[in-house]
């Protein structure tokens, strides 16, 4: 009987240590797939940081170069202002019946007052404000927009939003 629990226990021993062995390659071979998982992430992670600075960095490039071309808009107004005020006091360029809100001409030999001259002045002047605040407001519109689509792409390079195309 005894060399029977000797047996038993020998059985038992190698059966503990075969599932021992088996139990520890199932951990091996777990401890590998999450390596593998791990790797894979850290390779995604470097990846996506790349991709976000190279939107950032193309970002960064879009609204210099909306800046810029905010700055030349703004100054092409300035000098379509200057250019219009200067074309209608010399007379080379004219307003629109519509626009003028021309003075009453003077009787004959009665002399035009300076609050004349200084209405059409003031008219000139009026116009050209028109203009270049109206291409001013474009030149903000276009700006506005041109920082909106650069920030937009920025954000679907860096993976934070999906593209509706």
């Given at each position: 009987m005894l060399a029977f629990l000797r047996l038993l226990l020998l059985c038992g021993l190698i059966g503990l240590g075969y599932a021992?062995?088996?139990?520890?390659?199932?951990?091996?071979?777990?401890?590998?797939?999450?390596?593998?998982?791990?790797?894979?992430f850290t390779?995604?992670?470097?990846?996506?940081?790349?991709?976000?600075?190279?939107?950032?960095?193309?970002?960064?490039?879009?609204?210099?170069?909306?800046?810029a071309k905010y700055d030349?808009?703004?100054?092409?107004?300035d000098d379509a202002r200057r250019n219009l005020a200067s074309a209608l006091r010399a007379g080379t360029m004219r307003l629109q019946d519509k626009w003028a809100c021309t003075?009453?001409?003077?009787?004959?030999?009665?002399?035009?007052?300076?609050?004349?001259?200084?209405?059409?002045?003031?008219?000139?002047?009026?116009?050209?404000r028109i203009v270049a605040a109206a291409d001013a407001d474009a030149a903000v519109i276009d700006w506005l927009w041109d920082g909106w689509q650069a920030d937009r792409r920025a954000v679907v390079a860096a993976g934070c939003a999906v593209d509706g195309k």
């Open positions: 021992y062995s088996s139990e520890r390659a199932a951990h091996e071979a777990d401890n590998a797939d999450h390596a593998r998982v791990i790797a894979r390779d995604a992670a470097k990846k996506a940081e790349q991709d976000a600075k190279a939107a950032e960095a193309q970002a960064v490039s879009e609204r210099e170069s909306a800046d030349r808009a703004k100054s092409e107004a003075m009453p001409i003077p009787a004959e030999g009665d002399a035009a007052t300076d609050a004349g001259q200084a209405d059409a002045a003031g008219q000139y002047d009026s116009a050209a």
